[in-house]
């Protein structure tokens, strides 16, 4: 089982950041977390999460990512952080996360289907443009290959 648990804080240069901290209690968690790590510090786009760094220490596994002020997609969409969405912006963020899963696709090396993708995976900045978060359960594959078959993997 993996559970996770997010705090903000603020690096020594001011920037503020958010600690995705990863209690795991199984072999599975631990790979997830590895996967994180290695897929989303391979990868940069303007639509997708920067991660700053990690940290293991005894039992403890975190990343530190950019802090995206306005959350995530699900809680504006659904009224609980009281932003509000405009017919244009949705069309922008549905464009922007659309690049993003291209980019990842088609153009990164090595190639990415992130097998998760959903609104509360979809963090939104300052101007409400979207990135895409939560590579834990990424896939990695080559150029060579045209098509790829993974598992039933994400949330229902």
Not at 58 to 83: C, I, M, P, T, W
Request: proline letters at 2%; aromatic letters at 6%; one cysteine or more.
């Amino acid at each position: 089982m993996l559970n996770t648990t997010k705090n903000m804080g603020t690096l020594s240069d001011g920037r503020s950041v958010a600690v995705k901290k990863l209690s795991v209690a199984s072999q599975q968690g631990k790979n997830q977390f590895v996967a994180e790590i290695s897929t989303i510090s391979s990868v940069q786009h303007r639509n997708l999460v920067k991660l700053y760094g990690c940290c293991t220490e005894g039992g403890n596994r975190l990343l530190v990512y950019e802090y995206l002020e306005h959350r995530s997609l699900d809680q504006a969409l659904f009224g609980k952080s009281g932003v509000h969405l405009s017919w244009p912006t949705r069309y922008a963020i549905c464009l922007g996360t659309a690049r993003a899963l291209a980019y990842l696709h088609e153009e990164s090396r090595p190639r990415i289907v992130h097998r998760d993708v959903k609104a509360s995976n979809i963090l939104l900045d300052t101007d409400l443009n979207p990135k895409i978060s939560d590579f834990g359960l990424a896939k990695l594959y080559d150029d060579k290959k045209t098509h790829i078959s993974t598992r039933v993997a994400g949330t229902m």
